[in-house]
């Protein structure tokens, strides 16, 4: 029988008794079981909020922070169990679960050395004027299901640092091991701190249009963040949206082809492509575009496609039939329309598991769906360009602008070209690194607000500003 796992409210382990069926991607067998969480829950969780940050906000902040460092070590103790779990709900292969889990740790770790420090405005003879940051009050924050729990961490460690009290959702499809992290951690903090709960997509718009949730922090879809800031628009929550994105890579001539073509691999290909802020386009200068695509398809060619919890697979199947069944609408799409294919372009249907091959496309068109959508699995367009005006035109013409990069031996020109590529992120020779110490976020329709870093820390409080006009007492 699948194995129960329990919502944590108010510092307690609860269920329901109904529960939702957690499935393994790679193998479509039902894994764990979770609580289906509705209003009722949701009500309870808000008000343990509620009423633990009257006293958390006026907590020290040294003890804040070593809460939040109690929290990284808990992740880094119990990490092998908790890769181990992650494998198996959302499929990505061990070593990478390791890297989610570690780098959560790491993050929080790093996030609670962050200070806010009171600025002073006027210290003059006769005003003193300073703005300190306050705590918002109670966050929602509802996480995506291509890294579970390092969206998870990253909301509840600058939360709990700023003094806020959190109510988190994990995805419907990845809810397993954020529970058991909830289990591990429960003591970390007072009760109502943190508070966990499962439950359908429904449960999000409970959490948005909730009264007294003052903060919406949301990772996912921009479809839904679109609705998320709508519903939170009519009490004027304040929001925090990491988006999707159509992430461009430019490869300029003098790139070396043989270090390159490895990296741009698992640019695009690490967690199957699910990733944000995958290279989901790239462009390839005309002078080494041959020679570089057939590099990158013989690479590919060496990389297993299969079950995550297995040696030497490298990338693992889609995490769940929905992103599945639109993968394979863009591959077949692009089979409609006769783009060349370097490698893959075939789905299996038969047998367990939701795999889609590792597929290469030769020079797709621009306006190919492949190319102008965000594709979130192991997909990847190359295209060939002549000048660096004409790439940048390119790269920008999207709706998206969440990360890119640029892949050259002259970082006077890569550092040129990054700064006239519309987006939140972009990266000279490498991809994918993001520091706890630097915020996150993207432009136009890749979201809203920013992670990570002190603006990240900075989206979870309000600037007050106190004046006292001296000597104005006698």
């Not at 194995?3 to 764990?32: K, Q």
């Not at 008000?47 to 990284?72: D, H, L, M, N, Y």
């Not at 058991?180 to 943190?194: F, M, Q, S, T, Y």
Request: glycine content about 10%; hydrophobic content about 40%; some cysteine.
């Amino acid at each position: 029988m699948p194995e129960l796992y329990h919502n944590l409210i108010n510092g307690e382990m609860i269920d329901t008794g109904e529960w939702l069926d957690v499935i393994n991607p790679a193998t479509e067998e039902v894994i764990g079981k979770v609580p289906a969480c509705g209003a009722a829950e949701l009500d309870k969780a808000v008000a343990a909020a509620r009423a633990a940050f009257k006293t958390w906000s006026r907590t020290p902040i040294e003890e804040r922070r070593k809460a939040v460092q109690g929290i990284a070590k808990i992740i880094q103790d119990n990490h092998e169990e908790l890769y181990r779990l992650l494998t198996s709900e959302q499929g990505k292969p061990h070593e990478q679960a390791k890297g989610e889990i570690m780098g959560a740790a790491y993050m929080a770790g790093s996030q609670a050395t962050l200070e806010l420090e009171d600025v002073v405005n006027e210290d003059s003879d006769t005003r003193l004027s300073r703005t300190r940051r306050v705590p918002v009050g109670v966050v929602g924050g509802i996480v995506p299901w291509n890294f579970p729990v390092m969206m998870a961490v990253q909301k509840i460690a600058p939360a709990m640092l700023s003094g806020c009290t959190i109510v988190l959702k994990p995805s419907p499809f990845t809810p397993l091991t954020t529970l058991r992290l909830a289990e591990l951690i429960k003591d970390a903090a007072p009760p109502g701190v943190v508070n966990i709960i499962t439950g359908e997509d429904s449960l999000g718009p409970l959490i948005t249009s909730h009264p007294d949730i003052d903060k919406i922090t949301f990772t996912g879809s921009t479809a839904t963040g679109k609705k998320i800031m709508e519903g939170a628009s009519k009490d004027l929550k304040r929001i925090t949206l990491e988006l999707g994105g159509n992430d461009a890579s430019i490869v300029l001539p003098d790139a070396d082809v043989e270090k390159v073509a490895e990296q741009l691999f698992w640019s695009s290909f690490s967690n199957a492509g699910q990733i944000c802020v995958a290279a989901k386009r790239i462009y390839i200068h005309e002078d080494i575009y041959d020679e570089l695509s057939q590099a990158i398809a013989a690479y590919a060619k060496t990389v297993t496609v299969g079950d995550g919890s297995q040696q030497g697979t490298g990338v693992g199947p889609i995490q769940n039939k929905k992103q599945f069944d639109r993968v394979c609408e863009l591959i077949e799409d692009a089979r409609d329309n006769g783009y060349k294919f370097l490698v893959g372009g075939e789905v299996d249907p038969s047998g367990s598991g939701y795999y889609v091959p590792i597929t290469i496309l030769d020079n797709p068109p621009e306006d190919a769906r492949i190319v102008a959508e965000e594709q979130f699995g192991p997909v990847m367009p190359l295209m060939k360009f002549s000048t660096d005006d004409e790439v940048i035109a390119r790269a920008n013409n999207s709706e998206y602008g969440l990360a890119g990069a640029v892949w050259t031996k002259d970082t006077d020109r890569g550092v040129a070209i990054a700064e006239q590529l519309e987006t939140g992120t972009v990266w000279i020779n490498e991809y994918l690194h993001l520091s706890p110490f630097a915020p996150f976020g993207g432009h136009k329709q890749s979201g809203f607000g920013a992670e990570y870093g002190l603006e990240g820390l900075k989206e979870f409080t309000y600037a007050q500003v106190i004046t006292v006009k001296k000597d104005a007492m006698v």
